[in-house]
């Protein structure tokens, strides 16, 4: 019997696309940010020393019965609105057979045929503005499975020597967001990929549900990827990229299981049905183990918890609680601050889009709080391998610090070393300008010195400037500054400069 072909080299994603056209399955995981976990009273935290957030429910030991998280439901209910879902008035939790270390009771506790949430949409713009209709199957409520770490040099299964379980992630909170097929994306299909994914996050972001830090795995998508030849109606078999917890990573991976797939194909070879692993230096995925239908987890019933029901007033009341949808703030915000498209993408990408808004709401213009978050704070925090948000700079800090410069007390040189003083500890805007006596000199006396002896020492650039070559102060200013160690008022210096030589501004 002849081996069946299930690896070759990947086509060219033009060539995959040419002959195939790509279908997607999302299944995005968001960890809820309860205080305690879904059917147990232990802590749900991130960080904490191994297997210290547990207790006798999250670990399974025998007798031990489980109880509902309350505010787990609410968040599931405000998710499944936010995602245009259908809300069942009457759910119920089942139990999810496997068996893997990370699974103390060696079933999970999830939902299967009737989710809390169903029948929705996501529409996500893309880059150029166009709006993708994503459908959603479901949005069902769940339990995390403990963590594995690998011992080995590549921190993978694969070749580890051992594994160890932590638990404090058994039993934390989860709903599971399942997308319908998703057909028609062609090209733009891994940049949907990113799209959705990045449009779930903020979701959950602007409903206060999840911490939504992806490096931290509080939101993970596995990717589904298949394909059908040009013209067929069919399905192919599908691939199921596992835990992808960065938006580049989602986007990249498609790309390359499009691509990876079409060359098993165009081969002659058949696609295994299979768990994949993402490889961020190669930008590849590799062999997981073969991936379970839905009968293969024996899924009946959770005899320990009573159904949840789920009033209409109970509903009303969350729906009308729901914050603005984020795609439409966003469109609103640029709106609203004139920003070119490129400058509000390089917003979002850097994810100052809450820090710019809170500094305009507080007084600056968008213009200037834009200015500073993206330029010396974002300056800051590169040279400090650390985050914006890291750096302790709040939005009355830069509008102080604005203020400071309106005022005409310091210069823009000037207000770039307060922030650095203050980013050490040293106090507010006004604080560190009063304890370094870094306010702008703007004395008559001690301006009108220095530029007679900058004047002197540049006879070249004065015989410009009185030939009428008015942009030849500039070179005269240079020394002023010097001379006052940069706190010159510019204004001031170009008037005296004027005045000396005869000339009206």
């Not at 986007?251 to 499009?258: D, K, L, T």
Request: with cysteine.
């Amino acid at each position: 019997m002849t081996e069946t072909l299930t690896e070759a080299q990947p086509l060219s994603f033009e060539e995959a696309l040419e002959r195939y056209e790509p279908v997607m399955g999302f299944e995005v995981h968001v960890e809820l940010n309860t205080a305690t976990k879904m059917f147990s009273s232990a802590p749900n935290a991130f960080g904490d020393e191994p297997n210290t957030n547990v207790n006798e429910v999250c670990l399974g030991l025998p007798g031990t019965l489980p109880v509902v998280n309350g505010k787990a439901v609410e968040s599931a209910i405000r998710l499944g609105l936010a995602l245009n879902c259908q809300i069942a008035p009457y759910c119920r939790f089942a139990r999810k057979q496997y068996f893997y270390p990370d699974t103390p009771k060696n079933w999970q506790t999830s939902q299967y045929d009737e989710p809390i949430a169903f029948d929705g949409h996501l529409d996500v713009e893309l880059d150029d503005g166009e709006i993708f209709r994503v459908e959603i199957e479901r949005a069902h409520m769940e339990e995390d499975a403990g963590k594995l770490t690998h011992a080995g040099t590549s921190g993978r299964i694969q070749g580890a020597e051992y594994s160890l379980v932590d638990y404090n992630r058994s039993g934390v909170p989860l709903i599971e967001i399942v997308t319908k097929p998703i057909t028609g994306a062609g090209e733009r299909a891994p940049e949907i990929a990113r799209a959705y994914v990045s449009a779930i996050r903020d979701i959950v972001k602007a409903l206060d549900i999840s911490d939504a830090r992806m490096e931290r795995g509080n939101v993970r998508c596995d990717a589904n990827v298949s394909l059908m030849p040009k013209g067929s109606s069919r399905f192919g078999t599908r691939s199921e990229t596992k835990n992808v917890n960065s938006m580049r990573a989602v986007e990249h991976a498609v790309h390359y299981e499009i691509r990876r797939h079409a060359g098993i194909l165009a081969a002659g070879g058949s696609i295994v049905q299979e768990t994949r692993h993402w490889q961020e230096t190669t930008r590849t995925t590799s062999s997981g183990r073969p991936k379970s239908d839905a009968d293969d987890y024996r899924y009946f019933p959770e005899p320990d918890l009573v159904p949840v029901t789920v009033t209409e007033e109970w509903v009303a009341a969350l729906r009308a609680e729901l914050p603005e949808p984020p795609a439409e703030r966003r469109r609103r915000l640029r709106q609203s601050w004139g920003y070119t498209d490129a400058e509000f993408r390089d917003v979002i990408a850097a994810g100052l889009l809450d820090a710019i808004e809170e500094t305009v709401e507080q007084g600056a213009a968008p213009a200037v709080a834009r200015k500073w978050w993206m330029g010396e704070i974002s300056r800051l925090a590169n040279a400090r391998d650390t985050e914006p948000a890291e750096l302790g700079v709040s939005p009355a800090t830069i509008v102080e610090l604005n203020g400071l410069i309106e005022q005409g007390r310091i210069n823009d040189k000037i207000a770039r070393q307060v922030l650095e003083h203050h980013v050490d500890g040293e106090g507010s805007p006004a604080e560190i300008v009063a304890a370094r006596g870094l306010e702008v000199v703007s004395d008559d006396g001690a301006l009108t010195a220095a530029v007679e002896k900058a004047m002197a020492e540049n006879p070249d650039v004065v015989e410009k400037v009185a030939a009428g070559k008015l942009k030849a102060i500039g070179a005269l200013i240079g020394p002023v500054m010097k001379e006052t160690r940069g706190q010159a008022d510019a204004g001031k210096v170009r008037e005296i400069v004027l005045q000396k030589l005869g000339i009206e501004g």
